[in-house]
């Protein structure tokens, strides 16, 4: 069993908030997973890119800023390395640009060396996965894979197959963001494929953003991923006050 199969548990939904690595500055983003984390079950950490293909404004500027203030992928390694054991498992959401610049087995070791539970690449094919999937593998790191609502069934099925940890089922077409409530019919029929083709779990992710849509998908899923909603909590906010913010976001959300 891996370290993110054991965060879903029958007849309790999964929380999985998403910061970005250094938005506004490392030192507030240690104090916000220092705050969430006794409200998470594990913890997406964003490495900051300057092409974010799935990044929807929010979390592009939040890239942007955190890259404006020097952190890179080496220093968001460190980060988690820092603060894995006080901390639900982290997984690191990047691009492969950026792992493969660094070097597939070398990120796979130092992610290793920080503790990180699983690394989500969602410019990847399901076709060219494979040299990523068994790198971080062999260090027993999952990689969760996306599906999303235009996904055919039978695709869908061998995503699920491939993925490690849980599936990550986008909610709607486009990039994340909190501007598109998700279309819970589609995403009904999506979840049915999946139940039907796996027995690993399935997190939801874009555009979840209020309590409403949390209940929306309670008992069809297994885990809800929010990003984009959480860095709007604490927009302009730094240090314990950044904290505070993100704090009552995940109350408020559960």
């Not at 990523?132 to 055919?152: F, M």
């Not at 993925?163 to 279309?183: E, H, I, K």
């Amino acid at each position: 069993m891996s370290r993110l199969d054991t965060i879903f548990k029958p007849g309790r939904l999964a929380f999985i908030p998403y910061l970005m690595a250094g938005d506004p500055d490392l030192e507030t983003t240690r104090t916000m997973l220092r705050a969430i984390a006794p409200h998470a079950d594990a913890i997406e950490l964003g490495i900051p890119y300057g092409d974010p293909l799935a990044d929807g404004p929010t979390i592009a500027a939040a890239g942007a800023r955190a890259l404006g203030n020097g952190v890179t992928l080496e220093k968001t390694l460190a980060l988690a390395g820092e603060m894995h054991a006080s901390l639900p498992p982290v997984i690191l959401f990047t691009y492969y640009n950026l792992v493969y610049q660094f070097g597939l087995q070398q990120f796979a070791r130092a992610a290793a060396g920080a503790g990180v539970a699983g690394v989500i690449v969602p410019d990847v094919s399901l076709e060219e996965i494979e040299p990523l999937r068994l790198a971080l593998g062999a260090h027993a790191i999952d990689v969760p894979l996306l599906v999303a609502p235009s996904t055919p069934p039978e695709r869908a099925a061998r995503i699920a197959e491939q993925s490690g940890g849980f599936v990550y089922v986008v909610s709607r077409l486009g990039v994340t963001g909190t501007g598109t409530a998700p279309d819970t019919g589609p995403l009904r029929a999506q979840i049915a494929v999946l139940r039907a083709a796996s027995k690993k779990p399935l997190a939801v992710g874009f555009g979840i953003s209020t309590r409403a849509q949390v209940e929306a998908v309670r008992g069809l899923v297994d885990g809800v991923i929010v990003g984009s909603a959480l860095i709007d909590a604490y927009s302009g906010a730094r240090g314990e006050e950044a904290a505070r913010r993100v704090e009552a976001f995940a109350k408020g959300l559960l």
